[in-house]
C-alpha cells in the first residue's frame, strides 16, 4: 500500500534483506549455471573418476583371476575423495579470479549462508558424479547384485559426501586466500577426512562383497552421520574467519 | 612479559615475586621435570613388579610412551584453547602459543610413534601394528605437519594467524574422531593389548606411573615457556632490525 504512494523518480528497493534459504537457492543456482555454461568441472571429475578406476584395475590385478571384491570400498571411495578434490579446487577459483567473491561478499549475506550454499553446491556436483560413476564402477567390479542393500549403500554416499563438503568447502575456503592454493588443500584436506574414509571403505565393501552384518553397517552409518553434525557445526562456526574481511 | 612488569613493581612485592617466578621460571621447570623423570624410572624399573601377563619386561616402556602421548594430546588441547582464545581477542599471544603447543606436540607425537614402535617389536614381533592408538598418532602428525605447511603458505601476519587458530581447532576435534573411526577398521593380527591396563594396575605401578606423568607434563610446560620466550625475543628483534632499517 505504501508503495503507490511512492513518488516518480524514486525506486522501490526490495526489502533489505531476504530470507536466508532464499538466499542460499540464489547462490547454489549461480553456481549451478555457472558451471552448466561450461560443464569442465562436471566433465573432468567424471573422467578422472572413469580414469582412476582403469588405474585400480591395472594396479590391483596382478593375476588373471585376482578378485578386486574386497578392494571395491577402497577403489570406490579413493576416487570419489580425490575427484571432489578437484571439484573443491575449482569451486573457489573462479570465485577468486574473477572477483566474484568480493561481489558475494559485499552482498548483505550471511558468511555461513555462503558456507552453506558452497557447500551445498559441492555435494550437488558430488552427487551427479556420483550417479554417473557408480553404475560404471558397478559394471566393472562387482560381482553380486547389492539392489537389497541399495537404500544403506546410498545412505552412505550421501552421508560421507556431507562431510566430505563440510570439511572441503572450509578447506577449499582457506586454501584459497594462501599462496600454495590447490597445493595445500590435498595436505590439510586428506588427514581430516580420513574417519570418513575409513567408515565409508569397510561400509561398502561390506554392502559390495555382501559381508557386512546389520550391526555393523548401522555403526558405521551412525558414525558418519555424527561426523557430519560435528564438522558441519565446527565449519558453520568458524567460517566467518576462514572467509576473510 | 611477566618480568618486565615486575621490575617496575615496590622492591619487597618484586623480590617476593621474583623468588616465585624463579620457581615457576622455565630452567626450574625442567630441573624438576628431570628429577621427577628419573624418579619415574627409577620406580618403573625397580619398584613397580614386572608385568605379570605376556608382555613381560617390555612393559616397562609404559612408564614412559603414555605419559609421552598424554602430554601430546595435551599439547595439541593448549592449541586447541589458543585457537579459540586467539579467535576471540585477535591477540598475537596466543598465535605463539598456539605454535609453540603445537610444534611440542608433534615432537611429542614422533616421540610416541617410536616408543610404540619399540613397544610393538618387543610386544608383538612387529615393529609396525596398525593398532588404533598408534595409528591415531600417525594421523595426528601428519595433521599437525599440515599446520605448519598451512602455515608457511600465508605471509599477512593476521592472517596467517587467523587460519593456524582455526586448523588447530578442527584438527584437535579431528582427533578423537580418527581414534573412533579406527575402531571401525576390522580387528588385525594384534588384539589390543592396552585394554584395561588401567583398571590392572597395581598401586605400586600407578605411583610410578603418576610420578612420571607429572614429570613429562612439567617437562612439557619447561619447554613450551622456553619456546615462549624465544618466540618473544625473535619477535623483539625482528622489531629492531625494522627500526635499524628504518
Sequence with gaps: MAAGAVGVGVVELPPARTSAGRQLYTIVKKDVISELRTKEMLLSMFLFAVLAMVVFHFAFTVRADTDLTYFTGGMLWVTFIFGALLGLNRSFVHEKDEGCLDGLLLCPVDRVTIFLAKMTGNLIFLLVIQALAVPIFTLFFVKTSYAADLPAFLAVLLLADVGVCAVGTLLATIAMNTKARDLLLPIVFLPLIIPVLIAATSATTGIFAQTASLGSLGAKLGFLAAYDVIFVLAAYGTYDFAIGE | ?246
Design chain 2, 1 to 246: 612479559m611477566e618480568s618486565s612488569q615486575s621490575v617496575a613493581a615496590p622492591a619487597a612485592t618484586a623480590d617476593q615475586a621474583s623468588a616465585l617466578q624463579r620457581l615457576v621460571s622455565a630452567p626450574a621447570l625442567l630441573v624438576y621435570a628431570a628429577v621427577l623423570l628419573a624418579a619415574g624410572a627409577i620406580l618403573g624399573f625397580w619398584y613397580a613388579p614386572t608385568d605379570a601377563s605376556t608382555m613381560g619386561f617390555s612393559q616397562k616402556i609404559f612408564y614412559f610412551h603414555v605419559p609421552v602421548a598424554e602430554t601430546a594430546l595435551l599439547a595439541y588441547g593448549v592449541a586447541f584453547v589458543a585457537g579459540i582464545l586467539y579467535l576471540r581477542s585477535r591477540d598475537a599471544k596466543y598465535d605463539r602459543l598456539g605454535v609453540a603447543a603445537i610444534r611440542l606436540g608433534l615432537l611429542f607425537s614422533l616421540l610416541v610413534m617410536a616408543t610404540g614402535m619399540v613397544w610393538g617389536k618387543a610386544a608383538w614381533g612387529a615393529w609396525w601394528a596398525w593398532e588404533p592408538r598408534l595409528t591415531t598418532f600417525l594421523i595426528a602428525c601428519l595433521l599437525y605437519a599440515a599446520y605448519f605447511v598451512l602455515r608457511s603458505s600465508v605471509d599477512e601476519e593476521e592472517r596467517r594467524a587467523t587460519y593456524s587458530a582455526l586448523f588447530a581447532i578442527i584438527a584437535f576435534i579431528d582427533v578423537p574422531v580418527t581414534f573412533v573411526a579406527t575402531r571401525l577398521m576390522p580387528a588385525g593380527l594384534h588384539p589390543v593389548v592396552f585394554t584395561g591396563q588401567g583398571a590392572q594396575m597395581d598401586h605400586r605401578d600407578l605411583i610410578a606411573f603418576m610420578v612420571a606423568m607429572v614429570g613429562m607434563t612439567l617437562f612439557f610446560v619447561g619447554l613450551l615457556r622456553t619456546e615462549l620466550a624465544a618466540a618473544r625475543l625473535r619477535e623483539e628483534l625482528d622489531h629492531l632490525k625494522n627500526r635499524l632499517g628504518s
